[in-house]
T-cell receptor
């Protein structure tokens, strides 16, 4: 079964508002990553947060990680129409060596209306 | 795009025929992955490779085989295509250097089995 589950499945907001997406996972992880996918394109890495970190920022992105609750959130501030995309969390729970693989959730479709 | 090329980009094939998808990378990365993406399921790992001739199964490997005879090429084969294998297939590499890092994706192959 998939490791990460995003919530909500879909989110529609107005330009300038903040967008928050959540991700829950099931097992211990080494790190958690967020990706973005524009329609018909491949996924693009946004930000990575390690298991010993609680918060990380990158531009308009803010990611939090709560390992006790096995959850993460992605906040996009001052959203723009160009932020319209699907957003996925991915977890790295490998034990090292050959066992390195990312497990993705089902994604949140974000629509930012002009 | 981390030098990842998937071919073909689109393919329509008949049920029962064999199909091979190719992923080619130009940066000599050790880890390569095949995912499929379906509505409501997000991305699911089919197979991955951690070196030449070193491969392992993902969560949805039934009906698929892979081969990696050269570092730069990772082939995904559907031995006898079924309609349930209609999907968008993504290849990814991991730039794993001194620590775990993010995945980079190809543009995807849209496969339709009729």
């Amino acid at each position: 079964s998939q490791q990460g589950e995003e919530d909500p499945q879909a989110l529609s907001i107005q330009e300038g508002e903040n967008a928050t997406m959540n991700c829950s996972y099931k097992t211990s992880i080494n790190n958690l990553q967020w990706y973005r996918q524009n329609s018909g394109r491949g996924l693009v890495h946004l930000i990575l947060i390690r298991s010993n970190e609680r918060e990380k920022h990158s531009g308009r992105l803010r990611v939090t990680l709560d390992t006790s609750k096995k959850s993460s959130s992605l906040l996009i501030t001052a959203s723009r129409a160009a932020d319209t995309a699907s957003y996925f969390c991915a977890t790295d729970a490998g034990s090292g060596g050959s066992n390195y693989k990312l497990t993705f959730g089902k994604g949140t479709l974000l629509t930012v209306n002009p | 795009d981390a030098g990842i090329t998937q071919s073909p980009r689109h393919k329509v094939t008949e049920t029962g025929t064999p199909v091979t998808l190719r992923c080619h990378q130009t940066e000599n990365h050790r880890y390569m992955y095949w995912y499929r993406q379906d509505p409501g399921h997000g991305l699911r790992l089919i197979h991955y490779s951690y070196g030449v001739k070193d491969t392992d199964k993902g969560e949805v490997s039934d009906g698929y085989s892979v081969s990696r005879s050269k570092t730069e090429d990772f082939l995904l084969t559907l031995e006898s295509a079924t309609s349930s294998q209609t999907s968008v297939y993504f290849c990814a590499i991991n730039r794993r250097g001194q620590g775990r890092t993010e995945a980079f994706f190809g543009q995807g192959t849209r496969l339709t089995v009729v």
